[in-house]
């Protein structure tokens, strides 16, 4: 994995919407590693790594979101490769449970 890997939280309605789901579609078609979660303060959080722009393009969709979310907040930061991690064995971009 070369570029950049970044943690994002976004907060709103963005449980119970599809947020997850969408978020595993988007981040697969831009060919992105990392995976997304639920948390059970309400939240969604996720790790993306890639080329830096595609990376920024996607944590400005997640400002966004599907139709049905709502989102009041994304928050960004750089990290390093051990939040990848995560993911499920064999898994480019892994959708987990929630914490």
Same mark, same amino acid.
């Given at each position: ?7 994002? @939280?976004?907060?709103? #309605? ?6 997850? +789901?969408?978020?595993? *579609?988007? +981040? =697969?078609? !831009?060919?992105? *590693?990392?995976?997304? !979660? =639920? #948390? &059970?303060?309400?939240?969604? *959080? +996720?790790? $993306?790594?890639? /080329?830096?722009d595609v990376v920024t393009d996607m944590i400005a969709a997640c400002g966004r979101g599907p139709f049905s979310a709502r989102v009041d907040?994304?928050? /960004? @930061?750089?990290? %390093?490769?051990?939040?990848? %991690?995560? &993911?499920? +064995?064999? *898994?480019? $971009?892994?959708?987990?449970? @929630?914490?």
């Amino acid at each position: 994995m070369s570029g950049v890997i970044r943690h994002v @939280t976004i907060s709103g #309605r963005v449980q119970g919407v599809g947020y997850r +789901a969408w978020v595993d *579609e988007q +981040a =697969n078609g !831009r060919g992105l *590693e990392g995976w997304v !979660r =639920n #948390r &059970r303060d309400g939240s969604v *959080e +996720a790790a $993306f790594a890639g /080329a830096d722009d595609v990376v920024t393009d996607m944590i400005a969709a997640c400002g966004r979101g599907p139709f049905s979310a709502r989102v009041d907040a994304v928050h /960004a @930061t750089a990290v %390093n490769s051990d939040l990848l %991690n995560q &993911r499920r +064995a064999g *898994e480019r $971009f892994s959708v987990l449970p @929630t914490v």
